[in-house]
């Protein structure tokens, strides 16, 4: 076991059962399956679904760690994110005051200098961003967890129409675009058991 994924077993125990964080960092408790199961509609895409997918939609303890899984990888994608917009910000936004106090008063071939290495190091930028991001968008585990987690939104929004007791919010996280086809083959992470944790 490596110690990325000892570091996800030991932050999965770090909230008490049923516990989870959003996309902004907050807290909330997880919809027991019961509230979902009670809807027959909600309880039968949650089956047609769980077979799709492989993946008991109706299983507190799948779920649980589906939400778990789901975080770390946003977070780690919001990182990435903010490595991006820095240099993007400085060289995008900040090459207009350059070009009025400096640039504009320079030479023809200072102005097309200027706009080709800033247009250059936004793209070489860019890419090394989405190379560093491609891996994780390739990983056909974490793109069968995407699935999931859009299957599982799906299956309380239907609930909550059936008139389940649901936050309007829940499951407080926003749709992938990466989350669309499903990898029978790719293995899934076990849930960690606490005597696993380091």
Known sequence: MDQKEMRL?????????GKFVDDQGMTH???PSAAIAAVPAARA?????GREVRFDFLDDRAVHWMLHQRRE????????????AVPVFVLGFGAWP????VASQKSRE????????DALLLLVLGGLILLWRLRDLRDESLRNTRCRARLY?????????GGADIPRLYPYYGMYATSRKFFP?????PIPAKDQTP
């Open 73 to 84: 990888e946003t977070s780690k994608a919001g990182a990435q994110g903010c490595l991006l």
């Open 29 to 31: 408790t997880m919809v």
């Open 98 to 101: 350059f070009w009025d106090l």
């Open 45 to 49: 895409a949650a089956e047609r679904h």
């Open 9 to 17: 077993m030991s932050d999965y125990h770090a909230l008490e059962f």
């Open 153 to 161: 939104r799906k299956i309380v929004g239907i609930a909550r129409s």
């Open 110 to 117: 200072f102005q097309i200098g200027f706009v080709v290495v």
């Open 185 to 189: 083959e790719a293995p899934d992470r």
